[in-house]
């Protein structure tokens, strides 16, 4: 039962990924369980081990306990129809002991960064949203390098992603399914979530209805999908849509209601890419409070069977055991959200195919102003104060 003690302790955890609701509800489901066996053999169907490059050198453990950890959090999809494992969240989350910090830093989906997908030929562009797609997708990109393939491929790509754009090395990762999130939100009967600004979404796409010809002809359909873009014909096919609604204010939301508020894209008033994540951690902190007041533990049983298929994490047993090292200082860790938007230090553009993307300000694969920015945010946190949750510039998140 010492294994299960350890586990039980390592809830003290969720103190610094507050915020994390993918993390948070992956923690909390060990402790629904019954036995140390099965909480170790339901960890080990989640953890994926990566592939070592082919050139690559023994990596030693850091000598010190209190070193920075970073973690790439992401949330997709799913689901059988295409794109199903383009991430719609990615969040890196960096802890800093002996700062007490945990600073949270949002990438847009829409980011554009250079992927080495065939092994010998130059990086090419790509969203960062399809990173882990394609690391996990060895089927069709069959020439990747080999540390890009496995069943940690996904998770490694993303991984190179985001250190391309934050300029930091990235430990570990954690993917979560959003149906499972879904289930989650709903153990937890719902959560109350502050929603900032009353919004619209006219074109939120239904599931399984993707092709859907709404009542057109096979003749109709050649010439629609000939000769219209498909922002365009978008509009010809409503019934593939829903349209989503919120007023500004406190919200309670069930799991299928809050998974369509952060992953709307398509509001006039609310729809890019920085306004989605300014609504999942809208999200995340509704999650947090809920999982604070209610008992949830007996809940989880329910689905505790799903996570070897919702749930991937490259964090092994023993690392995750290694951060018990500084449980005891958790609950003084400041929370620091650094939102990366198109008012610091990004830009909208267009990709040469045309596509709608986001650059750094200083063009395409120019990362130096973005990788100070996130250095002086990381700098600040002696500046921050006691605030429990706060913002780079150390004003009190809402």
């Known amino acids: ?10 809830f003290k955890i969720l103190k610094i990924w507050q ?75 960096f802890i800093q002991p002996r700062q007490k910090t945990l600073h949270l830093i949002s990438l847009p989906r829409d980011l554009w960064v250079k992927l080495p997908i065939v ?79 009353t919004f619209d979404d006219y074109l939120y796409p239904i599931e399984g209805e993707e092709n859907n010809t709404c009542g057109r002809s096979e003749e109709e359909m050649v010439v629609v999908t000939a ?53 999942q951690r809208s999200l995340l902190v509704a999650v947090r409070e809920k999982i604070l007041v209610v008992n949830f533990l007996p809940k989880a049983l329910p689905f505790i069977s799903t996570l070897a298929t919702d749930l991937q994490t490259d964090i092994t047993l023993s690392k995750m055991q290694e951060f018990l090292n500084f ?17 610091n230090v990004f830009k909208f553009g267009r990709s040469s195919s045309g596509q709608f993307i986001v650059l750094p300000n200083e063009g395409e694969d120019q990362w130096s102003q973005v990788h100070e920015f996130v250095q002086a945010a990381l700098a600040s946190s002696n500046d921050v104060g006691a605030s429990p949750v706060a913002t780079a510039s150390g004003q009190k998140a809402p």
């Open 1 to 10: 039962m010492v294994f299960l003690h350890s586990l039980i302790q390592s």
């Open 19 to 93: 915020k994390l609701a993918l993390v948070a509800l992956f923690l909390v489901v060990f402790l629904g369980t019954a036995t140390a066996t099965y909480l170790h053999g339901q960890y080990q169907n989640i953890v994926v081990t990566p592939t070592p490059a082919v050139d690559a050198k023994p990596t030693q453990p850091s000598p010190d306990p209190l070193r920075p950890i970073s973690i790439l959090l992401m949330g997709y999809g799913g689901g059988n129809h295409q794109g199903g494992k383009l991430t719609d969240t990615m969040m890196v989350a």
């Open 119 to 197: 092994e010998g030929k130059d990086p090419s562009g790509w969203k960062m949203n399809a990173a882990y797609a394609l690391g996990s997708d060895d089927l069709s990109y069959r020439s990747k390098p080999v540390q890009f393939t496995g069943e940690a491929g996904g998770g490694e790509l993303a991984k190179f992603a985001a250190k391309q754009a934050t300029g930091l090395e990235i430990d570990y990762f954690v993917t979560l399914n959003f149906a499972s999130f879904r289930r989650s939100i709903d153990v937890l009967n719902g959560v109350a979530i502050r929603v900032d600004r």
């Open 227 to 279: 000769t219209l873009s498909a922002e365009k014909a978008e509009s010809l096919f409503t019934c593939r849509y829903e349209h989503l609604h919120f007023d500004k204010g406190i919200v309670r939301m069930d799991g299928e209601t809050a998974l369509k508020f952060v992953r709307s894209r398509h509001s006039t008033q609310d729809g890019n890419d920085f306004g989605r994540a300014a609504r």
């Open 327 to 343: 449980q005891n200082e958790i609950s003084n860790y400041t929370i620091v959200s650094v939102p990366l938007t198109n008012e």
